[in-house]
Structure formats: C-alpha cells, structure tokens
C-alpha cells in the first residue's frame, strides 16, 4: 500500500494546486445546494441521513460513486483491510467519465453536478489513502449530503482514555503509528500503555462533541496513579481514523496537576524554544517526511516549542511539536533545530 499512498500522493500534489480553496469551493456548492432545496446539515457527531440531493445524478453514476465510497468507509470507519486492487480499478473507472481517453469515444455525456460529485468521490478515496483527515471530513459532508450516506462517528470513552495515556506518559518515547507503517513500534507503545494501566486508572467525568468539527471532543478526565501522580485536566482531542491510539491532544484547556505526589509528576520542561540550525527547515503536519508541509523555518529563526516530541524507536529520530505562528501546531525534524531557553 505504501507505493500506492505514494502515486496518490503524487497525483494530488498535481491536480490540487491550491489545496487551502477546497474547504471554501465545497461550502460555496453546498449553498447553491440549499437555494435548490437539498440542505446538507452537520448534527454534531452524528452522520444521519438526510435529505437525498441524488435525483438528478444517473443511475450508473450513482452507483459506481457508492461502490467506491463503501470501500473507502469500511477501510476508515470499520479498519477494514484496504482493497487497493478494487479501490484502484473504481478510482479508473470514474476518472474516465470526468477525464475521458481523447483516443476513445465518449460513453456519455454528464452535467456539471454529476462531474463534481465524481470528482469529490475520487477526492474521498485519495484522501483516505494518503491519511489527509483534514479534507477527508469536508469531502465526506459533502457526498453525505448529496447521497444520504448514513454512517455515524461515536466517541468510545475507552479508546480515549488509552489515547489519554498514550499523549501523556508514552508518545516522548514511541513515535505515533499508522495501522499500515508502524505495526512495530505500535506494538511496544501499546505493550506500554498496558502496563501503566495496571497501575494508573482514568476516569472521564465530561465528554462534550464539537458543534463545528465531527473528528474533535472536548474531554475533563481524573489520572490517578501509584507512581505518577494525581491529576485532572481539560483537554481537546482529535480523532486520527487509522492511528493505533485513535485520538490526539491538539489543545490543554485547563490542568490541575496534584501536590499529593510531588516527587512523581513530571515537571514542565524548562526549555520552550528551539532555534533553527539548518539553512531551512520544514514544519509538516505529522511526525513523519510524508506529513504535509505547513511552514519553512529558516536557519536562526527561534520558534516556540510546545515542550512535546515523538521519536521513532528503530531510528531514533525525533521529532519535535512546535507551536506556528497562526496558533496551529506542526513537528520539526530534530536535526534542523537545537534547544535553547533564550
């Protein structure tokens, strides 16, 4: 799969040039949806039917649309298996109708509406593939809309509650894993995560769904621990579909860090700035050489550093999460970058 996330990858560098417009182009279709009398609603986390905006959409279409979108939810909301031979031959297929062979004839003609909703099932599946959740989600409102897709996001306390543990106590030392390209590492991080639970507990008193954005939740937990400490904290988390420990910390609202056991808590890194050492350094998305570009840092640039990193265990590289200028956050590649408290 890996080859293949990488031709996606490659493919959508070259026909998306200006990636940032999308979220706005679907938001504007989706109004002119509403003025035709098809709304498209967001409820909170759940992905009900709605109103179906298909009727104008022909039958072969719609029909080779959702044969690839059923794939593609299984492979994201299921963790099914990914069938690249079937996904490929279904992106082919529905590439031709929008970009037909100028050596061959026409099957059919299609309206405007029809060329969108192909190419967005087309962008659903690639996103999917290179793990581009940001685009991912607008793409799916999308197509949920229009073909009354009926698939629901629930958060699971467990599962964040072992991602709670995860972020906390074992992702400084275990790089965060894909399910398709860390199986190792994954292993050992939730070999870890195990064992501080036999020892430590969580307990979630407050999980309230984001009104905005169906992948974040905001969460108040209680950590209790022999060895570690007390603490209550609120945070915000975000869901990462393929990702072992399926939720992010993307924001600390608020900590209540316990004086119980002083001599057990971590204390905060004294150290809060990086300065770049490299000629430029890019800022990417994820702890990894395929995560997006962000930002470039240039050699001297001071930068805040969150006081958070992820190593990758068979390299040893390290990744450092640093905070952008707009708020947002992005890791830098530790060999660009050294400490300093000035």
């Known amino acids: 799969m890996l080859q293949f996330k990488n031709t996606i990858s490659r493919r959508r560098e070259a026909k998306y040039i200006n990636m940032p417009n999308k979220s706005m182009f679907l938001l504007a279709f989706v109004c002119c949806f509403a003025l035709l009398g098809c709304s498209p609603t967001r409820s ?27 794939e593609i939810e299984g492979f994201v909301f299921d963790k099914g298996d990914f069938h690249e031979e079937t996904v490929n031959r279904q992106i082919n297929e529905l590439e ?65 509650a072992d991602s709670i543990l995860y972020e906390n106590f074992v992702k400084q030392i275990y790089h965060r894993g894909s399910l398709n390209f860390t199986v190792g590492e994954s292993k050992a991080a939730v070999k870890r995560v195990n064992e501080i639970k036999q020892s430590s507990s969580i307990e979630i008193s407050e999980l309230i769904p984001s009104r905005e954005d169906i992948r974040r939740v905001k969460v108040t937990y209680q950590f209790e621990s022999q060895l570690m400490g007390d603490r209550s904290e609120t945070v915000i988390m975000e869901w990462l579909p393929r990702d072992v420990y399926e939720y992010e910390i993307v924001d600390v609202v608020s900590n209540n860090m316990a004086t119980s056991s002083p001599s057990a808590v971590e204390p905060e890194p004294e150290i809060r700035y990086v300065t770049v050492v490299s000629d430029d350094a890019q800022i990417r998305e994820t702890s990894s050489d395929n995560g997006a570009v962000l930002s470039t840092a240039l050699k001297g640039d001071r930068i805040r550093w969150t006081g958070r990193t992820a190593r990758e265990v068979m390299t040893g590289r390290t990744w450092y999460l640093v905070t952008l200028d707009d708020g947002g956050t992005g890791y830098m590649d530790g060999k660009d970058i050294e400490e300093t408290n000035k």
């Open 44 to 70: 909170g986390l759940d992905i009900g039917a709605t109103k179906s905006g298909d009727s104008d959409i022909g039958p072969g279409i719609r029909k080779l649309c959702l044969n690839l979108i059923n």
């Open 96 to 160: 031709k109708m929008i970009r037909p062979d100028e050596f061959e004839p026409r099957t059919q003609d299609i309206s405007d509406k029809e060329r969108l909703v192909v190419s967005q099932t087309i962008s659903l599946a690639e996103e999917a593939i290179t793990e581009d959740w940001k685009y991912f989600f607008d793409t799916y409102e999308f197509l949920r809309a229009t073909f009354s897709l009926n698939r629901s996001i629930e958060h699971d306390q467990e599962k964040i």
